[in-house]
């Protein structure tokens, strides 16, 4: 089993449609829980961060981590073309020497004018 | 948030040639910076997580004399791809860790590497 599973969609919306994006995750010792967008060929851009479990919101996009179930979501209400792009979760098990991401595989969004 | 310049975007070198990619953390101090590669339609893979003023970290499998890090100060970090081969054409990515604690990290604007 990963550490961390994302479905690559590709997940296709109507713009102003609300997308959900799910990750779940094996391993109890993840604290951080971040959410970042990747355009085509160029780096990916930090949407979200949080380190404990509860609702974050950040204009249209709101993130949702579940401890208890190692389930985390973001929310991106009233969507747009330029929305379209890879979402990539991550998440560190801690903040110490040993800080290090692991990513989802990532989930291919197109929202359609 | 917190801004990371990478460069080039872009380089075309020759085969057996050696490419230098820069990663700044320009608003910052990046205690630690790490490397990413990137395939197409993959998501990224660790190659390296290098602390400032210490020799990096390679995650394994990744050939530590073919890809020097070198992170020098606070705020750069470089990657040199030494002897390079059409295999090493790539998307490569830098990120830096804002602080010690357990902050998120932020990335470069990546650098597209074709060896011909």
């Known amino acids: 089993q990963k550490e961390v599973e994302q479905d690559p969609g590709p997940l296709s919306v109507p713009e102003g449609a609300i997308v959900s994006l799910n990750c779940t995750y094996s391993n109890s010792a993840f604290q951080y829980f971040m959410w970042y967008r990747q355009y085509s060929r160029k780096g990916p851009e930090l949407l979200m961060y949080?380190?404990?479990?509860g609702n974050k919101e950040d204009g249209r996009f709101t993130a949702q981590v579940d401890k208890s179930s190692k389930y985390i979501s973001l929310f991106i209400r009233d969507s747009q073309p330029s929305d379209s792009a890879t979402y990539l979760c991550a998440m560190a098990n801690s903040g110490g020497s040993n800080y290090k991401l692991t990513f989802g595989k990532g989930t291919l969004l197109t929202v359609n004018p | 948030g917190a801004v990371v310049s990478q460069h080039p975007s872009r380089v075309i070198c020759k085969s057996g040639t050696s490419v230098k990619i820069e990663c700044r953390s320009l608003?910052?101090?990046?205690?630690?910076m790490f490397w990413y590669r990137q395939f197409p339609k993959q998501s990224l893979m660790l190659m390296a997580t290098?602390?400032?003023?210490?020799?990096?970290?390679?995650e394994q499998g990744v050939e530590k004399d073919k890809f020097l890090i070198n992170h020098a100060s606070l705020t750069l970090s470089t990657l040199t791809v030494t002897s390079a081969h059409p295999e090493d054409s790539s998307f490569y990515i830098c990120s830096a860790r804002v602080g010690t604690g357990g902050s998120a990290a932020f990335f470069g604007q990546g650098t597209r590497l074709t060896v011909v």
């Open positions: 949080t380190y404990s479990s």
């Open positions: 608003d910052f101090q990046a205690t630690t």
């Open positions: 290098s602390n400032e003023g210490s020799k990096a970290t390679y």
